[in-house]
C-alpha cells in the first residue's frame, strides 16, 4: 500500500531531509531532525501528493482518512495525552510546508484539540487558567476565520470591545474571567455566522484544517508567490500535524528565533532573539521586546547550552546555515524547524567563502550557494536603514542603487545643473535617446511610462544608475516642471530620493551607504581593507573556473569600457556608436549631417565627426587592451537626434543658417509612423552609405594608432538590423574597401571581423545564407523579442503584468527570454550559422545577457559568451558558471 503519512517522534522518524518533494522543507526537516536526536515534538506528515489529489478531486479518501488516524493514535501513545482528554488533552498544530519554502503564504492552525472540557484539563496542566483560556479563545478565532471563513475583523471588534470594557489597553492585561467571557462571545459569532456550533470533535477539528492548509495552496498571495518565484504549480503542500509545546507556562519557559551565523553580515556568530514566558508569535509580531539570544544563558541557562550545542550540529550536518525556530517548555528545549536561513547578499558571499576555509564546503558548493541575481546588491549604494521614512509613490525597481537630488525636469537644466556642481533626479514622463546627456548627468532617473526594458531602464543600468520608470502614480507636468503624487507636488528643484531596488521614491535627500565592492573596483578603496570585496572577488574567481561562457561588456564610452573591464568583462559584445553623438558639439554636427540635403553636405559634417568618434574608439581599444571590441553601426532612426521644437528648434536653426520654416520641414519628412521597423539601422547605411565609411574609418584608424601605441586591438564592426545576405553584403564591401584604404595608406595590417546583429526573425530564419558572409553573430533579443512577438517594449507595459497573472506569458519576454518562440529562433540561427561557417562567434548582446535564466539557456545553446551592462557583470559570471554545474 502507498504510504502517505510519515511519523516523527520518540527518536526515530519515516523521513530525511532528501524527501522534501514528499514531505516538503518542514516535514522533511523535522524528520530529519529526529533522525538526529535533536528534541523536537512528535508529529507526522500527510505527503504533497494528497494535496494534489484533494485539489483536484474534491475529496480525501478512506485510505487517507485511516493513515491519519492510526498515527494521531500513535502521537497519543509517545506523547502520553490524548486529543479531547479533559485531564491531560493533546493539542497540535497543522502547518504547510511545501517542497520549495514559501514562508507565510499558507495557512497555519495552533492549539487544535481545545474544546471546553480540554480547556478545563490545559488550566489544571498549567497551573494557569488564565493562559487556556487565553489559548482556546486564540484557537476559535484562528479556526474559525482559517476553516470556517468567519471574518477576523469580527473577532477583533470584539476583543476591542472587552479591551474597552475591562478598561485595559492590551490583550495581555485581560484577566480570566473576561477571557472566559470572550470564548463565550466568540463561540456565538461562530454560530451567528455559520448557524452551526464551533466544532467540539477534536478529529473534526483535526480534518477542517487539514483541508483548509490544502487549499491554502490556492490562495492568490500563494500563488503570487509562486509566480513571482518560479514554482511550479504542481508541487501541491506537505501538511505536518505536531504535538504543541508552549514557551508560556513561567519563568522556566520560553521561545525564540535564532540563527547560526548572522544573516545581514555572515559573521560566524550564533544570532537571534528570545523571550522567557511567550508565545512563538509574540517574538514575530514584535508584542514584547525581545532579549538578545546571548541573554537565554542567564535567563534559561541548561537549555542555552543545549541549545548551543543543537545549532553547531545542525549546521554541520545540513553544511549551511541555520535559520531555527525553538520553545523552552518548563526547562526542556524543543526545535520546531530548521531551514536554510535567508541572507543578504554581503552574508552569502562571506559565509560560502569561509565554509570553504573551514571544510564545511567545497568551492563548487560555494559557487552553486549564491543565488546569482543577488550579487546585485553588492554593486549599488544604498538607502540608510536605519533611516524612516514613508515613500511618496513606488514605480518598476529598473537600476539598482540608491541616490538623491534635486528633481529636473529636462535633460539641458540636469547637464547645467549637475556642471554647476548640484546632484539631480531627472524626471520625464518617458526618456528617449535626445535625453541622454541628462541621463548622464543626472544621480538618477524617474519616469511616469515605460517598462523595465524601456530606454530609461536600458541606458541606466548600462550606466550602473539609479533608475525607477513606469511609476503611474505621478503626473509629469513638463511645461510647469513639476508632478505630483496624490495631491502632494513636487517642483524642480524639490529633493528626492529613489531606492532602485524597490522602485519607492521619497521626498527629501536621504543619505545613502557606499558600495564596498564599487569602492574597491573603482580604487577609492584598498581592497585589503575590504572584507566584502575579499570574499566576493574570492567567490567570483571560483565561478570563473567552472563557466564555460565568456563574459562581455554592453559600453559605449572609455569610462564605461574602464568600469566593465574591473568588473570581469572579458571584452565588450556591444558599443552603441549613436550614444557618442549626443554629446557637446557631436549633436550639433550630428544634426547637420541629417538636415543636409545632398551628399556633399553629408560628408562635411561627418568630416566633423570622425576625429570625435576615432578618439573615442581608441580610448575604448585602450580600456580593452587584448580584448576584442563589437563595434555597432549607427541603427537609430535620424529623426530621434533632431529637437521638436521650441528653443532648441530655434537654436539649430540660427546655427545652421536655415529658415525655421525649412528644418522644420525636413525634421517633419523625417518622421516615421513606426520608426522601430523604419528607416534605420542598416538601411541607413545602405541610403547613406558615407556614414557607414565614416564610421568604418573612424574605427580602423583608432585601432591602427591605439596598435601604434602597444594596445592589442581585436575590433569587430558589426552591421545592425540586416533581413537578408544582400544587405550584409553591401555593408561589407563598403567596410571592406575603407579597410584597404585605411590600412594600405597607413601601411599597418589589423586583424577585424565583420558581422551582423540577428534581430529580426527573417535574419535568424536565414542565417545559412548570412554566416556565409559574416564572421560573426550577436542576438540583439531585444528587438528580436519585440518583432517576434509583436511587442512594444515601451508600450507593453500597460498589459504585461495582467498576461503574466493570467498566466499567458510565465514572464514579462523582456526580462527572461521566451525561450519558447525567440529562443528557437536563435537556436536555428545557431544551428544553421555553425553548419555554414564552423569558427562563426556566436554571442547576445540584449538585456537578457544579464539575466540568470537567459543565460542558462545561451549556455544550453552553446553560445561563445554573453554581453551585459557593466554593473551585471558579475551576475553574469557566477549564472554562467551555475548554467556550466546544473548542465
Known sequence: MTQSVYFFGDGTAEGTRDMTSVLGGKGANLAEMTNLGVPVPPGFTIATSECVEYLKTGKYSDRLRAEVEGNVARLEKVSGKKLGDPRNPLLVSVRSGAPISMPGMMETILNLGLNDRAVVGLADQSKNTRFAYDSYRRFIQMYSSVVLGVSINDFEHLLKAKRMTAGVHTDAELGENDLRNLVEEYKALVRNRTGADFPRDPIVQLWGAIEAVWKSWTLKKAKDYRRVHGIPEELGTAVSVVAMVFGNLGD?????????????????????????????????????????????????????????????????????????????????????????????????????????????????????????????????????????????????????????????????????????????????????????????????????????????????????????????????????????????????????????????????????????????????????????????????????????????????????????????????????????????????????????????????????????????????????????????????????????????????????????????????????????????????????????????????EAAVRAMRRGIVVKPEIMIPLVSTVKEFDNQRAIIEDVAEKVLGGMGEKISYLIGTMIELPRAALTAAQIAQSAEFFSFGTNDLTQTTLGLSRDDAGRFLPSYIERGIFPDDPFQTLDTEGVGRLVGIAVEDGRRVRPDIKLGICGEHGGEPRSISFCHQLGLDYVSCSPFRIPIARLAAAHAALNA
Open 252 to 700: 522556566d519557559s520560553g521561545t525564540g528565533v535564532a540563527f547560526t551565523r548572522n544573516p545581514s553580515t555572515g559573521e560566524k556568530r550564533f544570532y537571534g532573539e528570545f523571550l522567557v514566558n511567550a508565545q512563538g508569535e509574540d517574538v514575530v509580531a514584535g508584542m514584547r521586546t525581545p532579549l538578545d539570544i546571548d541573554d537565554m544563558a542567564n535567563e534559561l541557562p541548561g537549555a542555552y547550552k543545549e541549545l548551543i550545542d543543537t545549532q553547531d550540529r545542525l549546521e554541520k550536518h545540513y553544511r549551511d546555515m541555520q535559520d531555527l525556530e525553538f520553545t523552552v517548555e518548563r526547562g526542556k528545549l524543543y526545535l520546531l524547524q530548521t531551514r536554510s536561513g535567508k541572507r543578504t547578499a554581503a552574508a552569502a558571499v562571506r559565509i560560502a567563502r569561509d565554509m570553504v576555509t573551514e571544510g564545511l564546503i567545497d568551492e563548487v558548493e560555494a559557487v552553486r550557494r549564491v543565488p546569482a541575481a543577488q550579487l546585485d546588491q553588492l554593486l549599488h549604494p544604498i538607502i540608510d536603514p536605519s533611516i524612516r521614512a514613508t515613500p511618496l509613490c513606488q514605480g518598476l525597481p529598473a537600476s539598482p542603487g540608491a541616490a538623491s537630488g534635486r528633481a529636473v525636469f529636462d535633460p539641458d537644466t540636469a547637464q547645467q545643473r549637475a556642471q554647476a556642481g548640484e546632484n539631480v533626479i531627472l524626471v520625464r514622463d518617458e526618456t528617449t535617446p535626445e535625453d541622454f546627456h541628462g541621463i548622464v548627468a543626472a544621480r538618477a532617473v524617474l519616469t511616469a511610462r515605460g517598462g523595465m526594458t524601456s530606454h530609461a531602464a536600458v541606458v541606466a543600468r548600462g550606466m550602473g544608475k539609479c533608475a525607477v520608470v513606469g511609476c503611474k502614480e505621478i503626473e509629469v507636468d513638463t511645461e510647469h516642471r513639476s508632478f505630483s503624487v496624490n495631491g502632494t507636488h513636487i517642483a524642480e528643484g524639490d529633493w528626492l530620493t529613489l531606492d532602485g531596488a524597490t522602485g519607492r521614491v521619497f521626498v527629501g535627500d536621504l543619505s545613502t551607504i557606499p558600495s564596498e565592492v564599487v569602492r574597491v573596483t573603482n580604487g577609492t578603496l584598498p581592497a585589503s581593507q575590504a572584507p566584502l570585496y575579499q570574499a566576493y572577488a574570492q567567490l567570483l574567481t571560483w565561478a570563473d573556473k567552472a563557466r564555460k561562457l565568456r563574459v562581455r561588456a554592453n559600453a559605449d564610452t572609455p569610462r564605461d569600457a574602464r568600469i566593465a573591464r574591473s568588473f570581469g568583462a572579458e571584452g565588450i559584445g556591444l558599443c552603441r556608436t549613436e550614444h557618442m553623438f549626443f554629446e557637446g558639439d557631436r549633436i550639433t554636427a550630428m544634426r547637420e549631417m541629417i538636415v543636409a540635403r545632398e551628399e556633399g553636405g553629408r560628408r562635411r559634417a561627418l568630416a566633423k565627426l570622425l576625429p570625435m568618434q576615432r578618439a573615442d574608439f581608441e580610448g575604448i581599444f585602450e580600456a580593452m587592451d587584448g580584448l576584442p571590441v563589437t563595434i555597432r553601426l549607427l541603427d537609430p532612426p535620424l529623426h530621434e537626434f533632431l529637437p521638436h521644437g521650441g528653443e532648441e528648434s530655434k537654436l539649430l536653426a540660427r546655427t545652421l543658417d536655415l529658415p525655421r520654416a525649412d528644418l522644420n520641414r525636413i525634421i517633419e519628412s523625417l518622421r516615421e509612423t513606426n520608426p522601430m521597423l523604419g528607416h534605420r539601422g542598416c538601411r541607413l547605411g545602405i541610403s547613406y552609405p558615407e556614414i557607414t565609411e565614416m564610421q568604418a574609418r573612424a574605427i580602423l
